[in-house]
């Protein structure tokens, strides 16, 4: 069963507008979440991570902002830039990391 | 500047055929991870080492067995493969010391396995 959902398989935004990727989880025992971007044909790479004890944390154009009592994250990007297509996974560590399927951004010129 | 480096980058295997696939990274982290990645699906967890010379199970380690040959390399192998194994897989490092925290992993670039 899986951990940690991401429910939008894809995402198109226009270049200059916010692009917000949501991630669902169920278990209220993760203590940090973390957000890795990936291309294609690459490894992911981190991007931001919140521990659970913030429900905010900037890192330049990305926010990710935590609900606790929804067990839903999102990942803010602020202004959204055509680079910034790529495979984005929401991932929760536990007794291990669980990933989400991932959200396919599409930023459009 | 290499980080997490994997090898080999595509591999084709006959059903029954055994392979091992290698990992190194040179960032002197202590934890190291196999995932896999299959479609529809995020990375699921295959095996981990929290240090040299331990290992454990993640959520999917059947058909696997891995080694941690030092501190700088982790390799999985499939003993004898089947269909089911093909999949692209990752392996990652982290300072982390017990295998999971806040420290965020580090991720090779993968290598595409095909069982036919």
């Known amino acids: 069963d899986q951990q940690v959902k991401q429910n939008s398989p894809s995402l198109s935004v226009q270049e200059g507008r916010i692009s917000i990727l949501n991630c669902d989880y169920t278990?209220?025992?993760?203590?940090?979440f973390l957000w890795y971007k990936k291309y294609p044909a690459e490894g992911p790479t981190f991007l931001i991570s919140?521990?659970?004890?913030?429900d905010k944390n900037e890192d330049g154009r990305f926010t990710v902002f935590l609900n606790k009592s929804a067990k839903h994250l999102s990942l803010h990007i602020v202004p959204s830039q055509p680079g910034d297509s790529a495979v984005y996974f929401c991932?929760?560590?536990?007794?291990?990391?669980?990933f989400g399927t991932g959200t396919s951004l599409t930023v459009i010129p | 500047n290499a980080g997490v480096t994997q090898t080999p980058k595509f591999q084709v295997l006959k059903t029954g055929q055994s392979m091992t696939l290698q990992c190194a990274q040179d960032?002197?982290?202590?934890?190291m991870y196999w995932y896999r990645q299959d479609p529809g699906m995020g990375l699921r967890l295959i095996y981990y080492?929290?240090?040299?010379?331990?290992?454990d199970k993640g959520e999917v380690p059947n058909g696997y067995n891995v080694s941690r040959l030092n501190k700088r390399e982790f390799s999985l192998r499939l003993e004898s493969a089947a269909p089911s194994q093909t999949s692209v897989y990752f392996c990652?490092?982290?300072?982390?010391?017990?295998?999971?925290?806040?420290?965020?992993?580090?991720f090779g670039d993968g290598t595409r396995l095909s069982i036919l």
């Open positions: 919140i521990s659970s004890i913030k």
């Open positions: 080492s929290a240090s040299e010379g331990t290992t």
């Open positions: 990652a490092s982290s300072e982390a010391g017990t295998g999971w925290d806040e420290r965020p992993q580090h």
């Open positions: 278990n209220s025992m993760f203590d940090y």
């Open positions: 991932a929760a560590s536990g007794n291990q990391f669980y």
């Open positions: 960032m002197n982290h202590n934890s």
